[in-house]
């Protein structure tokens, strides 16, 4: 244990899909995920869904779909502000699912997990959502194919009337740009998108109607 940091390394794993993933815990921000020295759930990702999950005006929220679930720490919140609802979780990697289970409290929520990629997910699925939760980081890196034409299109598809997408980009250095290109992507397939920023991040929350 690092005393002088506060910090203490409870488990290193490595991953097929992320490489290395660190279990930290520390005083100031408690037990969360690290992958390429980037937090991915726990700690300061948790106080970062917190508050965009506030922007929410639509309370009678009953579906979720949370794409890059990871240790869960944006359904333990959507647990808490949306108690009734169903909530689906697909990521694919199921060591960093498992690392939230063993660690994060993931075991305890009531959703159903789906280990797949969440392109091929979304292809396939049926059913529509009130809420999607895009949230798909491998370390720093967001994949080309999730800020693609087609996969917008495809995820749209799975949106109630009235439904919201909440996109999670970062948005510091090189990043700024990376994002700001994808928010102007965005503009071209949904009638609302708004901008939100917590921390380092970038939040877009699109909806197809007003």
């Not at 948790?46 to 922007?55: E, H, M």
């Not at 579906?63 to 108690?83: D, E, H, M, R």
């Not at 009638?191 to 109607?209: C, D, G, Q």
Request: charge should be positive.
């Amino acid at each position: 244990m690092n005393f002088l940091s506060g910090l203490k390394v409870l488990e290193e794993i490595n991953s097929p899909i992320n490489g290395q993933i660190k279990v930290i815990r520390s005083l100031g921000f408690g037990t969360y995920l690290q992958v390429g020295g980037l937090t991915q759930s726990g700690g300061v990702v948790y106080d970062v869904w917190k508050s965009t999950l506030k922007q929410i005006k639509n309370k009678d929220i009953k579906s979720v779909l949370v794409l890059g679930l990871g240790g869960g720490s944006v359904v333990t919140l959507i647990n808490k502000y949306f108690p009734k609802v169903k909530i689906t979780g697909v990521d694919i990697d199921i060591k960093m699912v498992e690392m939230g289970r063993k660690y994060l409290g993931l075991n305890k929520l009531d959703l159903d997990i789906v280990i797949q990629d969440a392109f091929k997910f979304c292809l396939k699925d049926k059913n529509k959502y009130d809420l999607i939760v895009v949230d798909l980081y491998r370390g720093d890196t967001f994949p080309k194919a999730f800020e693609s034409a087609e996969f917008l299109d495809i995820i749209k598809k799975l949106l109630e009337d009235k439904g919201m997408i909440i996109f999670n980009r970062l948005y510091y250095g090189e990043k700024r740009r990376e994002a700001t290109k994808f928010g102007d992507l965005l503009e071209k397939h949904f009638l609302v998108v708004k901008r939100y920023f917590p921390e380092a991040n970038i939040m877009f929350l699109t909806s197809a109607t007003i």
